[in-house]
């Protein structure tokens, strides 16, 4: 198998972008598909790896190696394991369905789907690299058109919080980017390697010690825990989602909060299991007032966008809960889970682009009876918030059931006083919260009598439809028979496991 | 046929799935899928029954199979099918009323605009309830124990333009979220000791373990599940709003089969709760008291559905106390003819609602002279909830109150018996308001069509004769079948009987005196006790105490944490930028007001700074 398929992954958009700059402005339909076919290209392929990564053998697959810079150690290398594989999978599904849900854009769509691509091209770099440096680089090509995207195209507050969003992301990647060095200067000392390298695989045969561990793990954890966003590192994100225009909002939620979490599993955990053991109670606190406190100020939103927006951050704590785990189904789940609030997510804002499209408001107190005049729409957002609390049969709730019981048995104090297992109730608590405030949405916005007000809004159809039912189709197909989606997390998360286990145990940060 | 036992939930499942994709715009034939599916499995569940009965499976030695569904390290999650003879009995139950129910609502449900939609949430229903009916697991219990709240939630908001509805279902499915959370944990708590899910594995792990605080524990979480799927207090305060859904829907859901699964699950790991004695104590006591909550209620509600609800809360009640006092056959014998007599209540209710176009049983009156099928059904009906021997509910309600006593529980058996006494009341008052008396109808009602009436002529002849299946004086009945452990035969207690009888007909003729011949003058007891009756009507006030809860404390703490998120969270990120800005005022050479400017002052500070800071530990930099 020669053809380098992951290097087409993160070239089809990026081919997509060359297409559309030759393109001219005023030929709208042509730009759009070429979006279209670009991202198809690569949700193909990406479905292509996701069936046939061998799962007898695991391990990293589809591997591919240029060498760059060799003093430094530079490589192109890329690859795949069963952890990164599904967040490439998630990333295809999500651009794809997110270009058909700029459909009806009309300004400046040659710009924006140049830097909308662009965008995505990065955060396919992220997932399938196996080089710390290009890791990093593509890191920052993803964020850097975040801020063109909202900032020219956005609603709300746009500059504001594209400003905001840019100075955080890049306050988080300045943390991330000392971690990087340190550990390329330290894993490169004579006594260690003893050549440079950026190799992610060489670089975790390294044994750090354990001030080093703890230092170095921190700085990833807050460098990455910005991006997740873990608590009270967050509140650019809200504003941020609220401010997108749809396609960026279900990439941003739905993907890039994911390079977070895998960021502090692949460049934290898997390098620093002590550090991630010394750390672990941190997590777990802040994790929780990210469930609790998000899906409670989420309740009391009056913008439908900042309720979901609000609700990621919430989801988000389980990823976060299910890291602090550290055993097998805490970091299956969470794997599991950033996948399934990817896809959720990205419903979500679809759905809320659609309304807010035809309606030119989000105000949840201003809707009622939508159901009436959009039962695609309504039905739609209904599976969606069903999603959200973890209803069995969509993919979410198999993901939070992972992370409830791989933080329920473990038996550790936290804090000298708290019960690790309390926290976990506490998240546990949390599908009540989310509960209640999708249903008071749905029931706001949706049921009630008909408001005339809105019998000109149009349901939706046609293109529109298009990531409407994909969506739903992934939220059910892996909620249903999630097997093929957890074995395949699993072969990744063992070795990452197996180094958590044979670290030893150093007390912890409390 | 136990090995066709998946096909009992897959069938309906398929029903909705081509209902929902394929004939939504075909009405009639969206109704013949879903009762075609329906109908199949319930050949499937005929078979398995005498199956059963044939290869001699007791609750000693179940059939159980299952395949992988999902696992990692750690955990291990199957679907599984476990047929023994509760399964069965629950299997029949669940798929003759909801055929029934399907059949009914072709007339009911007729020229509604969400005809297509009101079949395929049938079938889903149908088929999560029958997946909860065979699991062989609590994970598969719990799974599709929130796919029949989802259903729930769904019939329950039908009309969703109504607000009344539309509250309605949002309230059910929050309050079986509390519930669920709870059960969660009980879940979670038994995996946790014992590493598995698995009902039979249990059992066995259950049996020589010594810490029975950890059980009760456990036992207690679990038994707040059923606490709210089955409604008891006090989180019983959904389902009289619940009544929001279409009637049909009332019949089968909240009434004959998925509120009934909190019992099912009580009977179905009655080990755990056997295993921890003040657990079963609990169960006991909170079933005998919303019994009697429930019943009291029901005594003074003029909406024909909400009696009929609060009917049903009273009779859950009963159930729950039934295993309570350690009687798993009384109490599944109980929601077995429970479940054919209460719907075919409900249905009677809907077919006077269909003809009046009215709930409030003040608008009815003098109903048996239009519509006699359903006026002698539903009389029938209410005979055997009343527990007027020889109808059904005599027997079932007889075993109850003699476990009760037998179990030496005085004080349950005497609420018990007030309940019965409070039954046969309320009933009949309704009866004797709605369907005799004068006529105060505003339309002109008549009979039913023929696809309404005959499932409530075959709901009345089980009304009538089911109760045998378990009296005691029958060989190889219900008990033989049903039970823990072992077999409890019983001795008939004529005592009992006399005296329960007894006070059903007091409470029959008590409704007549006040409500048929109206000797004695309900107005004016009303306002003698009106406070009580205040009381009663506003079901304790315990609704309004929940919604001030809620929107006093939940929702101040959420205005709160939004307050702090603005203000303290951001405030502070705020600061640090504006000082950064300020420092930036007075080297104005950098200040040019640009992103790029900014982030490159706090990049390279925090570079700086961190370094600075780690350099103790950089050991490994030389």
Request: aromatic share 14%; glycine share 8%; proline share 4%.
């Amino acid at each position: 198998m020669n053809f380098p398929v992951l290097s087409a992954i993160v070239l089809a958009p990026v081919i997509g972008v060359l297409a559309i700059l030759l393109i001219p402005e005023k030929e709208e339909l042509l730009i759009k598909i070429t979006a279209a076919v670009a991202t198809f290209i690569s949700l193909a392929l990406s479905i292509f790896i996701f069936l046939t990564y061998d799962r007898s053998v695991g391990g990293v697959q589809f591997v591919e190696s240029i060498p760059w810079v060799d003093r430094f150690g530079i490589n192109y290398t890329l690859g795949v394991d069963g952890m990164s594989l599904p967040l490439v999978l998630l990333t295809s599904i999500v651009i794809f369905t997110g270009v058909f849900a700029s459909w009806d854009m009309h300004t400046r769509i040659k710009e924006f789907f140049i830097f909308l691509l662009a965008l995505v091209a990065g955060v396919f770099g992220v997932f399938v690299t196996r080089d710390m440096f290009f890791f990093y680089l593509f890191f920052e090509v993803a964020v850097i058109p975040m801020y063109i995207l909202i900032g020219v195209w956005g609603s709300t507050r746009k500059e504001y919080a594209a400003m905001k969003l840019t100075l955080y992301l890049l306050v988080g990647s300045a943390f991330a980017l000392i971690g990087i060095i340190a550990t390329f200067l330290y894993a490169g000392a004579p006594q260690h390697l003893g050549y440079l390298t950026f190799d992610i695989e060489k670089l975790a045969t390294v044994h750090y010690d354990i001030a080093f561990q703890k230092f170095a793990f921190f700085l990833m954890l807050i460098g990455f825990g910005f991006l997740v966003p873990m608590w009270p590192l967050h509140t650019w994100s809200p504003d941020g989602h609220v401010a997108a225009p749809t396609a960026v909002s279900m990439l941003h939620a739905g993907v890039l909060m994911k390079l977070g979490g895998y960021g502090i599993i692949r460049l934290g955990i898997f390098f620093f299991p002590e550090g991630a053991k010394y750390w672990a109670p941190l997590i777990a606190v802040l994790c929780i007032v990210n469930v609790v406190y998000g899906a409670m100020v989420a309740m009391v939103q009056k913008d439908l966008k900042f309720v979901i927006g609000y609700s990621s951050v919430s989801h988000m704590g389980y990823v976060l809960l299910g890291i602090a785990s550290l055993n097998s189904m805490g970091i299956d789940g969470a794997v599991a889970q950033m996948f399934a609030h990817g896809i959720m997510t990205a419903l979500f804002f679809a759905l809320v682009g659609n309304i807010y499209h035809k309606a030119h408001t989000r105000e949840i107190a201003r809707f009622g009876g939508l159901a009436h005049q959009m039962p695609r729409v309504a039905t739609g957002f209904v599976i969606a918030g069903l999603a959200s609390l973890g209803l069995p049969g969509l993919n979410n709730f198999v993901a939070e059931f992972l992370i409830f019981v791989g933080s329920f048995t473990i038996d550790k104090v936290v804090l000298g006083f708290i019960p690790f297992r309390a926290l976990s109730i506490l998240a546990i608590l949390g599908i009540v919260i989310t509960a209640t405030y999708v249903l008071r949405v749905v029931q706001f916005v949706f049921f009630g009598p008909r408001k005339e007000e809105w019998d000109h809004l149009t349901d939706a159809k046609g293109i529109e439809m298009v990531p409407i039912v994909i969506l739903i189709s992934v939220l059910i197909l892996f909620g249903l028979f999630p097997a093929p989606m957890t074995d395949l997390i699993n072969i990744g998360v063992e070795p990452l496991i197996a180094k958590i286990q044979a670290a030893q145990a150093i007390g912890g940060v409390f | 046929m136990i090995e066709l036992a998946w096909l009992i939930p897959v069938l309906p499942a398929l029903g909705f799935v081509i209902i929902a994709l394929a004939t939504k715009r075909f009405k009639l034939l969206s109704a013949l899928v879903a009762i075609a599916a329906m109908a199949t499995s319930l050949v499937i569940s005929l078979g398995i029954f005498f199956e059963v009965l044939q290869m001699g499976i007791t609750m000693e030695n179940p059939v159980e199979y299952s395949v992988r569904w999902m696992s990692v390290p750690g955990i291990e999650i199957n679907a599984g099918i476990l047929i023994d003879p509760l399964t069965a009995v629950m299997l029949l139950v669940v798929c003759i009323v909801a055929l029934l129910v399907e059949i009914y609502s072709m007339g009911y449900m007729e020229g509604d605009p969400g005809f297509s939609r009101f079949y395929s949430y049938l079938s889903l229903f149908a088929s999560s309830m029958l997946g909860l009916v065979v699991a062989n697991n609590y994970f598969q219990m719990f799974f599709f124990w929130e796919l029949v709240g989802l259903c729930s939630y769904l019939l329950i908001g039908f009309y969703f333009g109504r607000k009344s509805a539309a509250d309605a279902n949002k309230k059910a499915f929050i309050t079986n979220r509390v519930a669920d959370f709870g059960f969660m944990l009980g879940i979670f708590f038994l995996f946790y000791q014992f590493g598995t899910f698995n009902f039979g594995e249990l059992a066995e792990a259950f049996h020589g373990y010594e810490n029975i605080a950890f059980l009760t524990m456990a036992a207690i979480l679990v038994f707040i599940g059923p606490i709210g799927k089955s409604a008891q207090f006090p989180l019983h305060v959904w389902l009289p709003d619940a009544m929001e859904g279409p009637t049909p829907v009332s019949a089968l859901i909240h009434a004959a089969t998925m509120v009934a699964a909190g019992v099912y699950l009580l009977a179905r790991q009655f080990v755990l709760f056997h295993a921890a004695p003040v657990s079963l104590l609990t169960i006991a006591y909170v079933g005998g008291f919303t019994s009697i909550f429930a019943a009291t209620i029901a005594v003074v509600q003029d909406d024909i559905k909400r009696i009929l609800a609060f009917s049903t809360l009273s009779q859950l009640g009963y159930m729950v106390m039934a295993v309570g006092v350690g009687s798993i056959t009384a109490g599944m014998f109980h929601l077995t003819t429970h479940a054919f007599f209460k719907a075919l209540l409900f249905l009677g209710a809907g077919s006077a609602i269909h003809a009046v176009h009215s709930n409030s049983i003040w608008k009815m009156g003098a109903l048996v002279k239009k519509m006699k099928v359903t006026t002698w059904t539903f009389v029938i009906g209410a005979l055997a909830l009343a527990g007027i021997p020889p109808f059904a509910g005599f027997w079932s309600k007889d075993e109850i109150l003699l476990a009760t006593k037998e179990a030496g529980f005085t004080g349950l058996y005497i609420i018990g018996s007030i309940v019965a006494f409070l039954t046969a009341f309320y009933m009949f008052r309704l009866i004797f308001v709605a369907f005799f008396g004068e006529d105060r109808t505003e339309h002109e009602p008549h009979e039913s069509p023929l696809c309404m009436t005959v499932p409530l002529i075959i709901l009345a002849v089980f009304s009538i004769f089911i109760g045998f299946w378990g009296a005691p004086f029958v060989e190889h009945g219900f008990a033989s079948l049903v039970y823990f452990e072992h077999p409890h035969h019983v001795t008939p207690d004529y005592m009992l009987m006399f005296t329960s009888t007894l006070l059903a007909i007091a409470g029959i003729v008590l409704a007549w005196l006040v409500y048929g011949k109206k000797v004695i003058s309900a107005e004016k007891i009303k306002n003698r006790f009106q406070p009580i009756h205040n009381i009663l009507y506003n079901k304790y006030y315990i609704d309004e105490i929940y919604q001030w809860i809620f929107d006093n404390i939940v929702l101040t703490i959420a205005s709160m944490f939004k307050w702090h998120d603005r203000n303290v969270v951001d405030g502070t990120a705020h600061g640090i930028s504006d000082s950064i800005r300020a420092a930036g005022a007075r080297l104005r050479f950098i200040h040019t007001g640009s992103l790029q400017n900014y982030a490159l002052v706090i990049f390279i500070a925090i570079v700086l700074i961190v370094l600075w800071m780690g350099m103790p530990v950089l050991g490994g930099i030389q």
